[in-house]
């Protein structure tokens, strides 16, 4: 990947949990989504664990790595950006959750692997156009399921209208991979469930419609729910505190 750059400050130190109870917290997660997975009639490892480290410091991702995540979720630039360029691990890869400000693009396409909060044609033409050379960043569209204003992403009756358009245009620097929801926080399970399978059947949906070979991903599903999403075809779960402990801002 292209060199990557700081923004010369630093981040806020965060009280971490030892070791141990770190790595006590991972086993536990995981062990959960392989059962969730396989009684969803999955295999135990259909399920990505990205763990959300947004807020959290280097060291909490180095301390993760250490007891086997490899996966990490940042929401904002200029607090990732350093992070990964702090991490010696090349093995890690870095997923950027938050919305695609033009002017971060370049460095969003530089320094994650994946996207998941894909919602207009002008994001993913500059997206595209900033990718090195050889290198496809991999993007989810973010669908906002429950029409929830305070959200972002596209509707679910505006998704054929996307697709179709960025069917008909060429992206060297970006694979189309999935769908991405937030389902509503603190909602019943049979509500975000809801959510959640309609997520599914969109994707289905447009799979079929258009032709799409490597559509399969559906992020979906945090800290409260992602037992709920798993039951529903998640195959990438973003958990922050369930892992790390409480955001420090």
């Known amino acids: 990947m292209p060199e990557r750059h700081g923004f010369g400050y630093a981040l806020t130190p965060v009280k971490l949990p030892p070791m141990d ?3 006590e917290r991972y086993t536990h997660i995981t062990t959960r989504i392989a059962n969730a997975a396989r009684e969803s009639g999955r295999p135990a490892g259909a399920v990505r664990l ?5 807020t959290h410091t280097a060291q909490a991702v180095a301390q993760l790595a250490a007891c086997g ?3 990490f979720g940042e929401s904002r630039v200029q607090e990732g950006v350093p992070k ?3 991490m010696q691990d090349t093995a890690l890869e870095w997923h950027f959750l938050g919305p695609v400000q033009r002017n971060k693009a370049r460095l969003i396409a530089a320094h994650f692997h994946w996207l998941h909060s894909l919602e207009s044609l002008d994001a993913a033409k500059t997206l595209s156009r900033h990718a090195a050379a050889g290198t496809r960043l991999r993007a989810l569209i973010e669908i906002n399921v429950t029409c929830d204003p305070r959200k972002h992403g596209l509707a679910p009756a505006a998704l054929p209208a996307f697709l179709e358009a960025y069917c008909a245009q060429s992206w060297p620097g ?7 929801t937030i389902a509503a926080h603190g909602g019943p399970e049979t509500a975000v469930r809801q959510t959640f399978a309609q997520l599914r059947e969109l994707a289905a949906d447009s799979r079929r419609a258009f ?3 490597d559509f399969d991903e559906l992020s979906m599903g945090m800290s409260d729910d992602y037992h709920w999403a798993i039951a529903e075809g998640a195959t990438i779960v973003r958990i922050g505190r369930a892992l790390f402990g409480a955001r420090a801002r």
């Open 21 to 23: 109870d770190l790595c």
């Open 50 to 54: 990205v763990a959300v480290s947004k």
């Open 69 to 71: 995540q490899r996966h």
């Open 84 to 86: 990964i360029a702090a």
């Open 174 to 180: 970006l694979a189309l991979c999935g769908l991405m």
């Open 211 to 213: 032709g799409l070979t």
